[in-house]
């Protein structure tokens, strides 16, 4: 099992920044595949990134393709997402995600066990 606590949220204008990070505990994260999601008020969740055990691959929605980049260290138990050219369009909360296995349906929310309680991002045009 594993327990994720995200961080880094906030509130930031159209073209800035924003770095998330996401906190696992347990000493086995490098056997789960991550993943993260976000959803806007109303709107249903929506897969954003995932990333493979080792790092070695990552999959991004279209988008946030060319702007946000997922990243682990499986040494201090993190994941991230750099957020760069935000737009008020990226405006909700991100959750990160964890399942054993890499899901081949990686961008269902469905195929993730774990889940952490999500980080508020607003971004103002």
């Known amino acids: 099992q594993v327990q994720l606590v995200e961080s880094g949220g906030g509130l930031v204008q159209a073209g800035g920044s924003l770095r998330l990070s996401c906190a696992a505990s347990g000493r086995t994260f490098s056997r789960y595949a991550m993943g993260w999601f976000r959803q806007a008020p109303g709107k249903e969740r929506e897969f954003v990134a995932a990333?493979?055990?080792?790092?070695?691959?990552?999959y991004y929605s279209d988008s946030v393709k060319g702007r946000f980049t997922v990243s682990r260290d499986n040494i201090k138990n993190m994941v991230y997402l750099q957020m760069d050219s935000l737009k008020p369009g990226d405006t909700a909360v991100y959750y990160c995600?964890?399942?054993?296995?890499?899901?081949?349906?990686?961008?269902?929310?469905?195929?993730?066990?774990?889940w952490g309680q999500g980080t508020q991002v607003t971004v103002s045009s």
């Open positions: 990333i493979t055990r080792s790092g070695g691959s990552t």
């Open positions: 995600a964890a399942n054993q296995a890499f899901p081949s349906r990686y961008a269902s929310s469905v195929e993730y066990d774990y």
